[in-house]
């Protein structure tokens, strides 16, 4: 079973949705003791960095999430979630983040229209085995802040909007898209199947 963290601040129902289509048991839930037998767990997130941080520590998820990943769990981590997985950002101040991956969020500087929203094409950055048999191709992207990853072998996929933006990063059984997947089509939907089979398969990512 796949658990969706419910912080009050995802997109909770097309996550599920896509789940469902795709023939995954999924719940819902802001239940610590679910997080703790689920299978993996997927961190949606719609909204501001430091609001989301807030929900997860007054519902004591951050610490459930932090303690279940570390054991090993798979947790895959969905836009806003994406960035919840590293150590800190700078939108609206400075904020903790769940330090899962180290490096930060930040703005986009520069001349560009704020947020990077709509379609954009997805490269791989390296090979690797969670990309076997999926193609490159367009996703859905809609945000206003992006990541700056410590480790570039953390990096596994990047866009491009005035310069390389990362799209998708990884480590072990941590995963992180900063595109809806589950917005973006058949390659997106492709990538949720890939991280939901391999957690029932119970392979790893790598």
Known sequence: MIAIVDYGMGNLHSVSKALERMGFEYAVTEDPEVLRRADALILPGVGA???????????GLDDVIREE??????????????????????????????N?????????????????????????????????????????????????????????????????????????????MQFHPEKSGDLGMALLKRFAERCQEKVGMV
């Open 49 to 59: 960095f430091g609001d989301a941080m807030r929900e997860l520590g007054e519902r």
């Open 100 to 176: 899962l991956l180290p490096g930060h969020v930040v703005p986009f500087t520069g001349e560009m229209k704020v947020p990077h929203m709509g379609w954009n094409w997805l490269s791989f950055d390296r090979p690797h085995p969670f990309f076997s048999g999926i193609e490159e191709g367009h996703v859905y992207f809609v945000h206003s802040y992006h990541v700056q990853a410590n480790n570039p072998e953390d990096v596994w996929a990047v866009t491009d909007y005035h310069g390389p933006v990362t799209a998708i990063v990884g480590r072990g059984h941590i995963v992180g």
């Open 69 to 98: 990943t570390l054991g090993g769990k798979p947790l895959l981590g969905i836009c806003l979630g994406m960035q919840l997985l590293f150590t800190s950002s700078e939108e609206h101040g400075y904020h903790q983040g769940l």
